[in-house]
């Protein structure tokens, strides 16, 4: 219960805390007690479970990016984001969640399950920066999906959209032009520019 929650919370912030990245270790030792500490919970405790599935989650996305070889890493933490976000779509940690779920998919290959995610955090009642920046790497996942001409689509239509001079078309604008590089059209790459 308490005791291996409040654990749990000094082991995440140690590893959190260190220097020269994270030891795989304090997070495996943190995830151990934050489901202990689940398990322990009671009924009716919704916001505690809530965060514990969150951190426990999250820490499984952490030890999944300590090794980005390890695909059962990375499919544990697809799992745990997935159900998450499916259980907790209006919580605070909603905006972390979709962003970590999308960064694995994508590792993972999976280019069209990652485009969702990023999509449902565009729409999710999270920051409107975050939310812009979600639209922005929705749209160039056909890049790596090597889909060129969709690519270019979704970036024009946010270039059309975000403001002229902003930040955000200004990454759209770059983003566009690598579309075009990779889709060997280098003269329409650098006139965007």
Known sequence: GVNAYRTAVDLDQ????AKD????GLIQDAL???EEALAGLDPGQNF???????????LRALLAEEDPQDSAA?????????EFKSRHPGGFQIGKALKTLAELQAEAGDFEDAEKTYRELADADV????RENAELLAATLAVRAKKYA???KNLQALLDRFPRGSSQNLRARIAL???LRADKNADAARAML
């Open 14 to 17: 140690k590893a959190a805390s």
């Open 74 to 82: 990375r499919d544990r933490a697809i799992n745990k984001l997935t």
């Open 21 to 24: 990245g994270v030891p795989k």
């Open 32 to 34: 151990k007690k934050y």
């Open 48 to 58: 505690a479970q809530r965060n514990l599935e969150f951190r426990i989650a999250y």
């Open 150 to 152: 969709l690519a270019e």
């Open 127 to 130: 920051d409107k920066k975050l």
């Open 177 to 179: 032009a690598d579309a």
